[in-house]
DNA sequence: GTATAATGTGACCAACAAGTCATATGACTG
DNA sequence: CAGTCATATGACTTGTTGGTCACATTATAC
């Protein structure tokens, strides 16, 4: 948790730290991100940072923190209204997220990196939570979709979310590697292309790659 | 590469330094890895290491290499035969995976990781490679498996790459979770228990999640 | 057995950056 | 306006560690 003086600071000038930090994290990763030009890019002093933060491990949970807030509240109630489809959630899942990216590019490749456990370092136990988290949503779906009968019951509900999970991740990944290498121009037509790929991971997670005789 | 001097070592002393290597990014990441440390733990001066090789990013990218090469040349002919179906092929490489877990954790954990692109700072290209390697000899056997009939042909072939690879690695990481937290007491009663596992994944993968009416 | 080359060694150096602190600023109080 | 408190600042301290190098040791050659 930051210090108090932080939290009395106007909300602009946190959210100008707390992105100088965030992108300093990304270029450099934690060890080698430098204090000092993180006040430098949020123009304060190097020693206002210690004035926030009790050190840079904190700073840096808390910067995590702020960016997971700041989508819960900015794209939260898009998620909101219950979605009981597992499948149908996961479709409207993901036009949110290419926006977010679209948007936020840096933010969202964050949190996703850190999800991923690169910072494992620094961070194994807040993936650990943020993994759990995810994993808790997905379950419940998958027991809803075994009870309406949308989902095959005789695989454990355990495996399921993996397979759902590592499968929706590498696609993940991919979109996040495609924004990177394009920049800006990434999405700018739309996400006609993405709806197509994900139409077709939806058909792959329900029926399967195997061919029907 | 490393220098001259390191290859003209007793093999045995090229293992030494490159496990205490690989120990010491383990345990602490790349930037945090003492170099000094290493030397010890090899039983060693600092000095020569630096009369191997360059620099300590040379130093990982090498321990990177051997520990490949390491598994390629102890369990490569396992998967040498030509198997061409996906699904077999799948099957028959998760208990040899599982093997060298048990008795190369430490090595194995440590691919793995590069591979997942933990240590991103310093390896981006080499995970990479390493991605793009694997990509391919799925990539074929997919293609393989379109033209034999096993695998259905209305989805693309790097669609069904990410999809299989995701779900698979997903399952990876759980196992070598579990290796982590059990220690060496993991698998020791065979591997029965993932053996069902992996046949309900690969199931996954052919039929997918959904029920059938 | 001596000369020469190759390798081993660890004290040392230089760079860097996290974190501190004495001082400055300025807002607020009465 | 004096006095107090919260905050801002950046020069400085301090510890760490990657990398070097002068010297020691061992192997090789002749």
Redesign the interface.
């Known amino acids: 948790m930051p210090k108090e003086t932080f939290l009395r600071l106007p909300e602009q000038k946190q959210e100008t730290v707390m992105r100088a930090a965030i992108g300093e994290f990304m270029r450099?990763?934690f060890?080698?991100a430098n204090v000092g030009t993180i006040a430098k890019n949020a123009e304060i002093a190097k020693g206002s940072i210690y004035q926030y933060f009790e050190n840079k491990e904190e700073l840096f949970r808390y910067a995590l923190e702020w960016a997971v807030r700041f989508f819960a509240t900015e794209y939260g109630q898009q998620y909101s209204r219950s979605v009981t489809d597992l499948f149908e959630f996961f479709r409207e899942s993901a036009e949110p997220m290419m926006r977010q990216i679209q948007t936020e590019y840096e933010l969202a490749v964050f949190v996703q990196?850190v999800f991923?456990?690169?910072y494992?370092?620094v961070a194994r136990d807040l993936t650990e939570v943020m993994l759990r988290s995810v994993d808790g949503i997905m379950l419940g779906m998958i027991r809803q979709g075994k009870e309406n009968?949308?989902?095959?019951?005789d695989?454990?509900d355990e495996?399921?979310v993996?397979?759902?999970?590592?499968?929706?991740?590498?696609?993940k990944e991919?979109i996040l590697r495609r924004a990177k290498e394009e920049g800006n121009s990434a999405f700018q037509n739309g996400f006609a292309e993405y709806e197509t790929?994900m139409n077709?991971?939806i058909?792959?997670?329900?029926?399967?790659?195997?061919?029907?005789e």
């Open positions: 450099c990763g060890e080698k990196e991923l456990g690169h494992n370092n009968g949308s989902i095959r019951c695989i454990s495996l399921l993996k397979f759902m999970e590592g499968a929706s991740m590498r696609l991919d790929e077709a991971l058909e792959l997670l329900k029926n399967g790659m195997g061919a029907k």
